[in-house]
């Protein structure tokens, strides 16, 4: 692995880990209101994502399809999304942001559940950074290194707050400063992983990779809609979530046609 991708896949981590480092300084408890913007920030970013730097790539890949250049973008899209689904039944969790408690019942701590949570919402993120890399490297790629290194920096980005929301709450569970941390921090350590076993499949599936570009943007997609989104406008105050959205849209659209 050259250092180029290691610090690809590395970047969304820093990003988790130096938001639950904000248990150690912040107060015991976020503001709402602050909560919600960040919750739509990141909605935004990983909508911008989905659709500049993965479905569109996914496309561009197969245009020798000619007419159906779409098939494995919505073939891929659709099951990244049942993939998202199936993980959200099947697991138990907490949202952190609402308390609402899905997936089987099951005698884990609630600490484990509200890290559950965000593990399975970072599962799709990692899957995209690999896949994107993993395009750079093909021969006659659209993808480029500033564009892969784009969506990484992007999700890093809205990898910051997501880390302090996961690590705040487990401080107020009654967790330690540093457990909350610890805590916060592993839930992001699924990313790199995620990007790594994407990458190593893509050597052995060059075929597929157009599918797995639209796969990690359906798994996206199901996480913004499921999850981020109604964080962002819950209890009627929809406005400074739509804020959110609207610039962490505008950040990674940005990022990737500036750098792509």
Not at 27 to 56: C, H, P, Y
Request: charged share 10%; glycine share 10%; net charge negative.
């Amino acid at each position: 692995m050259n250092l180029n991708i290691f610090l690809g896949i590395m970047l969304p981590f820093v990003g988790t880990t130096l938001g639950a480092a904000c248990v150690f300084f912040m107060k015991e408890k976020m503001n709402d209101n602050v909560q919600r913007v960040l919750s739509g920030f990141a909605a935004g970013v990983m909508t911008a994502a989905g659709v500049w730097s993965l479905l569109i790539p996914s496309i561009n890949m197969s245009e020798s399809m000619g007419k159906l250049a779409f098939v494995p973008a919505a073939v891929g899209f659709a099951i990244g999304i049942v993939f998202l689904l199936l993980l959200d039944i099947l697991v138990p969790h907490i949202h952190a942001e609402n308390g609402q408690e899905e997936g089987p019942k099951s005698n884990l701590k609630k600490t484990t559940k509200l890290v559950l949570a965000v593990t399975l919402h970072n599962i799709p993120e990692g899957m995209a950074v690999g896949a994107v890399f993993a395009g750079m490297l093909q021969e006659n790629s659209t993808i480029t290194l500033l564009g892969a290194f784009a969506l990484s920096i992007g999700i890093a980005i809205q990898n910051f707050p997501e880390g302090a929301i996961i690590s705040m709450p487990l401080k107020g569970n009654g967790e330690g400063k540093k457990k909350s941390f610890l805590y916060g921090m592993i839930s992001g350590a699924v990313e790199p992983v995620g990007a790594l076993v994407t990458i190593l499949l893509s050597a052995y599936m060059i075929p597929a990779l157009p599918y797995l570009l639209a796969f990690a943007a359906g798994a996206m997609i199901y996480v913004v809609v499921e999850e981020l989104i109604p964080d962002a406008v819950s209890e009627n105050k929809s406005n400074i979530g739509t804020i959110g959205f609207a610039l962490g849209f505008l950040v990674m659209m940005v990022l990737d046609v500036a750098l792509g």
